[in-house]
């Protein structure tokens, strides 16, 4: 006789196991945000150096218009000296020209450095004041005098070139000057060439790394 199967009357108990990391999973999420975070890091410093030179391209940009705007109102060569003082010619500062007060021509300029490691204090506005250094708070910073301190760092540094009229390109020594029969160009006195003047705006870093931040050049006729 075929015996019959018994009744499973007990119910089957299911083993099941937590759900969790195994230690190759964690080691590869710590990588995964590892490189995340750096990224995130470099993008940030990235933009912090951007933001920086934009702000410093700007700045630069509006020294050397400052300059220009100075010297709007300045004939070339002083109106009473001229540029042969006993037959001693020369570009750049009379005697007694002390300050950005005393500069009243164009070939005063020639050599100038506005600023840090210059002949003045600071960097000047079209006033030829001073420009002071100013904090993040908008106010001036003060040394221990209690005067403005100039901006720290920056300088307008301008040269001055004598240039033929028909070619600005075509720089001449400071005291050249033409005869009537020199390659059949007209004659031209030395106070009677064009000059070109152009600003450079550098900006010097707390490590003491010198950068060109803005150059701005145009001709006075």
Do not use: C
């Amino acid at each position: 006789m075929r015996r019959r199967p018994t009744a499973i009357t007990s119910r089957t108990r299911v083993r099941t196991t937590g759900a969790g990391f195994t230690l190759l999973e964690t080691a590869l999420t710590l990588v995964i945000i590892g490189v995340g975070v750096l990224a995130m890091v470099e993008a940030q410093a990235a933009f912090i150096q951007s933001n920086l030179w934009s702000s410093h391209a700007a700045s630069g940009n509006f020294l050397a218009q400052e300059v220009r705007e100075f010297t709007r109102n300045m004939t070339r060569h002083d109106p009473v000296r001229g540029l042969d003082e006993d037959n001693a010619y020369a570009f750049g500062t009379e005697p007694g020209e002390l300050t950005s007060d005393d500069l009243d021509d164009l070939d005063d300029l020639d050599g100038m450095r506005f600023g840090f490691g210059g002949n003045m204090d600071g960097p000047i506005n079209a006033l030829g004041e001073v420009i002071p250094e100013i904090n993040l708070d908008g106010t001036i910073n003060l040394d221990a005098d209690g005067n403005p301190e100039p901006m720290n760092g920056w300088a307008q540094t301008i040269t001055v070139e004598k240039v033929e009229p028909f070619d600005s390109s075509w720089a001449r020594d400071d005291a050249y000057e033409r005869d009537a029969d020199e390659g059949g160009l007209p004659p031209l006195g030395r106070e009677s060439f064009p000059l070109r003047v152009t600003v450079v705006v550098t900006y010097t870093s707390a490590s003491g790394e010198e950068l060109e931040m803005a150059r701005l050049s145009w001709i006075a006729p």
